[in-house]
């Protein structure tokens, strides 16, 4: 998992692959992509909840609970979309139901079903037992794309965009502090959880041969989780603004801060933008067209300015510590290569 973003890729790739090779095979790749397809299938979760219908693909039928994921779930819209978009625009619509007010979309829906027990589970983490607070790889550009690319119904693209562009502009009046790069308050947001770049951020041993435990790594992210919600209530401006170190018991075991320029997910904002504004320019809408081109060059800037670092001569993720100083991380990772 300690570089899991490379799934996303394997999931919106993959099909476009295997239908290269099959031009030189034999129809057993054809078979292999079918398979594929009935096992995603068969991840299926539909129904109502809280009166809302919902309809859903689950990362896996026994690791995860019956929820939806965000990044997961924009894989998914993608890899249906060269089968039957019908099921990527009913994802896409099951998730953007829980779209909050200021744009965020969360990062994962408790579309399952769940008792008083499972509920208190939830609220030992997060505020409300429908959602949880934080966000997730903002993905779902490359998702409309995928779902417009295989429709070409404006209808379906115009429902999509706004909401999406809506997103996009959450990140950079929430998340932005001013350099035009955005930041995640947790690893989870990122998808990347356990990833090296950010073992400095969690302040454990790091070299270029990472040595960290992750069985003693992986309980900082629960500590963390624990101390929105209990220390700050999930209170977001409180979080973010916090620029000294942490007022809590044993600060060197408690991990409470967490504000990391992650490279991959900036390269995927910046990116994500663009596309938007093309997928703008399909409903002749010219004007959030070069807005979300404006918001892509002022990301792209910010990556080539800030993220290169010249003494690792490579682009990498930058971190707010505990001192409040920005500082770059000195982990090689998939994240590297993204720009």
Request: with cysteine.
């Amino acid at each position: 998992m300690r570089n899991c973003l490379l799934l996303f890729v394997c999931a919106a790739l993959g099909h476009q692959i295997l239908a290269k090779i099959s031009g030189h095979t034999s129809g057993s790749v054809q078979d292999v992509v079918n398979l594929c397809y009935s096992y995603l299938e068969s991840h299926l979760c539909e129904g109502t909840k809280w009166e809302k219908p919902f309809h859903f693909y689950r990362p896996s039928l026994d690791k995860y609970s019956p929820d939806q994921w965000l990044w997961d779930s924009g894989a998914h819209m993608i890899t249906w979309s060269h089968k039957n978009a019908s099921n990527s625009i009913l994802d896409m619509r099951t998730m953007l139901q829980f779209q909050q007010s200021d744009g965020r979309i969360p990062e994962q829906i408790y579309w399952g079903p769940r008792d008083a027990k499972g509920d208190a589970a939830i609220l030992m983490q997060y505020s409300n037992t429908q959602f949880n607070d934080i966000t997730q790889m903002p993905v779902l550009p490359y998702s409309l794309r995928a779902i417009y690319n295989a429709t070409h119904d404006k209808e379906v693209l115009k429902e999509f965009l706004y909401p999406l562009v809506n997103y996009f502009q959450w990140w950079r009046n929430v998340r932005d502090f001013g350099d035009g790069l955005v930041v995640v308050i947790h690893n989870w947001e990122s998808g990347l959880d356990g990833s090296p770049a950010y073992d400095p951020a969690f302040h454990v041993y790091v070299t270029e041969l990472n040595e960290t435990s992750f069985s003693w790594l992986y309980p900082k992210f629960d500590q963390l989780i624990g101390m929105y919600r209990f220390f700050y209530n999930w209170d977001m401006p409180e979080i973010l603004g916090r620029k000294e170190a942490p007022k809590v018991p044993s600060p060197d075991k408690i991990d409470s801060w967490f504000m990391m320029k992650d490279l991959a997910v900036n390269s995927v904002y910046a990116s994500g933008w663009r596309i938007l504004g093309e997928l703008a320019q399909e409903l002749e809408d010219e004007g959030t067209a070069n807005y979300c081109f404006s918001q892509s060059t002022l990301s792209t800037n910010a990556i080539l300015s800030k993220m290169w670092i010249p003494s690792q001569n490579q682009f990498n993720s930058l971190y707010i510590d505990w001192d409040g100083q920005e500082k770059a991380s000195i982990a090689n990772t998939i994240q590297n290569l993204f720009p």
